[in-house]
């Protein structure tokens, strides 16, 4: 279906997708900053061996605080009510932490940053370019209001050239193509 392309995934977990990835013949590129998903995730996919990239994804290269929630997946930048534990991690933008340029093949772009989405977009500018499809989770789970992101997510995917395809509307997660590609 997919072989030689790419699957870039921004807020791995444990890394689930990969599995689906790579039976599909997609190099697996994994972005976690949650230290036990990321192992697990290592675990999933590089048979134990540190390959999880373990870097919260933003707008710029910097340290942040990390609010941890890792019982119900929802750890976050940005703050968040029910934190077990914040810690400081390293930001990049998704442009600065990738290289595409040798990958042919179809690339799939999946977005799950607990509300920070926009964000991730707004770093991955360059990115975009060269990605064919983006699923992009965006829906309650922006900062203590727990707002969506389909708005500024949606706007800035039309903005780059990408057309949305199908969208789960109770859950807000969305699957766009790009369309000039």
Known sequence: MCRGGAFIDCGANIGELGIWARDNGLRYVAFEPEALE???????????????????????????????????????????EGETHRTMVQTTKLDDALDLS???GTIIMKIE??????????????TLGMVDWVAIDCGFERGKERTHTFVETNLMLHDHGFRLCQANLKRITTLYRNRHR
């Open 38 to 80: 990321a192992r697990c995730c290592d675990i999933n996919n590089f048979s134990g061996k540190e390959k999880t990239r373990r870097l919260a994804l933003w707008n710029e290269t910097t340290t942040v605080p990390f609010f941890s929630k890792p019982e119900s997946a929802d750890s976050s930048i940005l703050e968040i």
């Open 102 to 104: 040798g990958v042919s």
């Open 113 to 126: 940053a607990e509300g920070a989405e926009p964000e991730v977009l707004e770093g991955s500018t360059q």
